[in-house]
């Protein structure tokens, strides 16, 4: 069975800083690109970032550029999404997904940045 | 960077109701367009890539078409278990989804 299950979100402060991982599951991770997608409360769907399946191609949506990284290791089949400077404009279910060749996704996890 | 203008943002319809959804692309994107639907509280879930192919497991009443710069879902016979809310989303460039359309019961 395919599972993307992501973790690591939570409240932070603006200005902080979180690491969003994804684990991924039944499927071979190192063969596929993979997103993070995001979607405010009660907003649609935001592209935020892609990874290449070898993780030598990036790319970044213009918010979140400068400030977020994507990131993948293979061997531990994982993405991972660190978050600097957040803003309370970042607040959002974030969601891991494949949306390439192959469409799995995570089940979300909520980031409030809030003071 | 290319923009996806998605229209209605919103309809109201019958069951065995059609419904067609448009999305129009900023500049070419070739078929680089995925339909996707999502319902309250789940991810998203693809319908169709490549602009008119089904994904595997979705029923046949869901269709897509264009090319280029416009591109149209259409359900031909709309069921109770498709009231929710529909995006593209384009992957020629980065990738961009459109504003969405919720599709609500008349």
């Known amino acids: 069975e395919v599972q993307l299950v992501e973790s690591g979100g939570g409240l932070v402060q603006p200005g902080g800083s979180l690491r969003l991982s994804c684990a991924a599951s039944?499927?071979?991770?190192?063969?596929?690109?993979m997103n993070w997608v995001r979607q405010a409360p009660g907003k649609g769907l935001e592209w935020v970032s892609y990874?290449?399946?070898?993780?030598?191609?990036?790319y970044y949506a213009d918010s979140v550029k400068g400030r977020f990284t994507i990131s993948r290791d293979n061997a531990k089949n994982s993405l991972y999404l660190q978050m600097n400077s957040l803003r309370a404009e970042d607040t959002a279910v974030y969601y891991c997904?494949?949306?390439?060749?192959?469409?799995?996704w995570g089940q979300g996890i909520l980031v409030t940045v809030s003071s | 960077d290319i923009q996806m203008t998605q229209s209605p943002s919103s309809l109201s319809a019958s069951v065995g109701d059609r419904v067609t959804i448009t999305c129009r692309a900023s500049?070419?994107?070739?078929?680089?367009l995925g339909w996707y639907q999502q319902k309250p509280g789940k991810a998203p879930k693809r319908l169709i890539y490549?602009?008119?192919s089904l994904q595997s497991g979705v029923p046949s009443r869901f269709s897509g078409s264009g090319s280029g710069t416009e591109f149209t879902l259409t359900i031909s016979s709309l069921q109770p278990e498709d009231f929710a809310t529909y995006y593209c989303?384009?992957?020629?460039?980065?990738?961009?989804f459109g504003q969405g359309t919720k599709v609500e019961i008349k």
């Open positions: 039944g499927f071979t991770f190192s063969s596929y690109e």
């Open positions: 490549a602009a008119s």
């Open positions: 500049q070419g994107i070739r078929n680089d």
């Open positions: 997904a494949s949306m390439g060749r192959i469409d799995y």
């Open positions: 989303l384009q992957h020629n460039s980065y990738r961009t």
């Open positions: 990874i290449s399946s070898n993780g030598f191609t990036i």
